[in-house]
């Protein structure tokens, strides 16, 4: 995250508020929230960071024994954590009378909503960590030895260009990758300028790459096993996210931003039950959706927000979203099926991504626009689940 300074500043402020200053929750159900959110991704690196810490705020050491030796409360976040984590559109406002009307473990609204923004935190943090290969601390179990070599030690694009021959790719081959990309920017923005489609046919285009999105995963073999130190944490542990290429699995439904969105529903939300994390939060999203050094690969002075707005999309779109004045077809054009790939599964099955998939896509890029990819991954994902959850608490509240 250093590489992008200016969100990095952004994220530590909003992890710090979360973790460190007043708030509905007691310190050591913060980091216990962590584990568990972590935890659904089998993110041995962040459990184990958070295990720590947990401690250091004085929790219950025999709650690390796993979830059935946690008070009840916190065991009764599960329903919601995995939902959270992998199918977000199923979160119903029955979800959050269980979770307020459950005696003298229930939770208040302001309470919940702690525990929500935590969820999703961790759980796109997650994304993030498997996404740049960031391996657990030496001395954690499995510690630099069940993970790839991260691609932090690269430090310039050089080293990527190199393993562009190793894997049998010419540096001329990637090159004209750029070149055609930055052809496509041109031509969708001239079209943009000629002609509009209609209502019904961008509809249409939503629904084609939804459909699509589905066929695009990574493949079952590069599952990861959970460690102990993790699994403890996990009820559950086979729902995740619908591999919808099984026969008779239904696509998610359809939320249309107009009819909740963030800057109009969730926002205000937020700052009204849990105040100043809707401004932290707000902050964030729009650092790293208009990050941009007018950089791409070699080339300087070009206006990326067609390309930063494909990948926002497209990831809101695999979780069910939908912008009414967006042309999903300039997804298809921009994204290329290995890029698709790799993003799906940053955010759906962070555990499964490989060095190979964050070699294979942009192979011409930057280490530090491929970690700037990662970001609006980590980003769109957690906006897209908090449009989920927040929605429920808005139709249990009215």
Not at 212 to 217: C, G, H
Request: aromatic residues 12%.
């Amino acid at each position: 995250m250093g590489l992008h300074p200016e969100y990095l500043t952004s994220f530590w402020k909003t992890q710090y508020y979360l973790l460190q200053m007043d708030g509905p929750l007691p310190y050591p159900y913060r980091h216990y929230i962590a584990i568990m959110a972590s935890a659904r991704h089998r993110c041995s690196y962040l459990v184990n960071l958070h295990i720590m810490d947990f401690l250091q705020a004085g929790g219950n050491r025999e709650w690390l024994n796993g979830l059935n030796f946690a008070p009840q409360k916190l065991r009764n976040l599960n329903e919601i954590n995995k939902l959270l984590a992998h199918r977000p559109w199923l979160i119903t406002k029955e979800h959050i009378e269980a979770l307020l009307t459950t005696g003298e473990n229930s939770w208040s609204l302001a309470e919940l909503i702690h525990a929500v923004v935590l969820l999703t935190h961790y759980h796109s943090l997650s994304s993030f960590v498997f996404g740049c290969g960031i391996n657990p601390e030496l001395d954690h179990e499995g510690g630099h030895s069940f993970r790839p070599p991260s691609p932090r030690a690269c430090d310039s694009d050089s080293c990527l260009r190199v393993e562009d021959y190793v894997n049998g790719h010419g540096a001329g081959d990637a090159m004209q990758e750029v070149e055609a990309l930055m052809a496509r920017m041109k031509l969708l923005q001239e079209c943009r300028l000629d002609e509009e489609a209609s209502q019904e046919e961008m509809a249409t285009r939503f629904e084609k790459e939804k459909r699509e999105s589905l066929l695009v995963a990574p493949s079952a073999d590069e599952r990861e096993f959970a460690l102990p130190n993790v699994s403890r944490f996990v009820e559950d542990p086979e729902f995740g996210y619908v591999d919808f290429t099984r026969r008779g699995e239904q696509t998610p439904p359809t939320l249309r931003a107009q009819d909740y969105s963030w800057e109009d529903h969730g926002y205000s939300l937020i700052n009204r039950l849990y105040s100043e994390v809707g401004q932290l939060l707000d902050e964030k999203f729009q650092i790293v959706y208009n990050l941009t050094y007018h950089t791409m690969a070699m080339h300087c002075g070009v206006n990326t927000s067609m390309l930063r707005r494909a990948i926002w999309n497209y990831i809101h779109c695999i979780f069910g979203i939908r912008y009414d004045d967006y042309d999903y077809g300039d997804v298809n054009q921009l994204l290329e099926r290995s890029l698709k790939i790799y993003m799906k599964t940053v955010a759906c099955y962070p555990e499964r991504t490989t060095t190979r998939m964050y070699n294979g896509f942009w192979r011409h890029f930057k280490h530090s626009e491929k970690v700037h990819v990662n970001l609006l991954i980590q980003e769109s994902k957690m906006q897209a689940a908090l449009l989920y959850v927040l929605r429920a608490i808005t139709r249990y509240m009215t």
